[in-house]
């Protein structure tokens, strides 16, 4: 059964930092590519990184890059998404996805074959 459960949200004060986990469970890293999304009250859910074992590279959209880095134990089948100097824009609903596909884009949602629970990050300023 594939399975995908993210954890470690919360609040903090804006230049903080926090670090989402995402454990992995029904398939391995060489099979899937693993992404990570947010979704604000009132927009959709934006992707912010993407890691592809297939291509061997990891995708940050815009506004992340140099800020959060996504990062993956393969051996414990478990993704992270390290978020550094946080802002109130950031603050949204985390989810961790995976997609078997190879067509499609790694930042759109429904490109994406699974999803984990959200967890909630809020940034206060």
């Known amino acids: 059964e594939v399975q995908l459960q993210a954890c470690g949200g919360g609040l903090v004060q804006s230049g903080r930092s926090l670090r989402l986990s995402c454990a992995v469970s029904?398939?391995?890293?060489?099979?899937?590519?693993i992404g990570w999304f947010r979704q604000a009250p009132g927009k959709e859910r934006e992707g912010i990184s993407c890691?592809?074992?297939?291509?061997?590279?990891?995708y940050y959209e815009d506004s992340v890059k140099g800020r959060f880095t996504m990062s993956s134990d393969n051996a414990k089948n478990m993704v992270y998404l390290q978020m550094n100097s946080l802002k109130p824009e950031d603050t949204a609903i985390y989810y961790c996805?995976?997609?078997?596909?190879?067509?499609?884009?790694?930042?759109?949602?429904?490109?994406?074959?699974?999803w984990g629970q959200g967890t909630l990050v809020t940034v206060s300023s």
């Open positions: 890691y592809s074992s297939s291509e061997g590279v990891t």
């Open positions: 996805g995976a997609r078997v596909r190879t067509s499609g884009s790694w930042y759109a949602a429904h490109d994406y074959d699974y």
């Open positions: 029904g398939f391995t890293f060489d099979d899937i590519a």
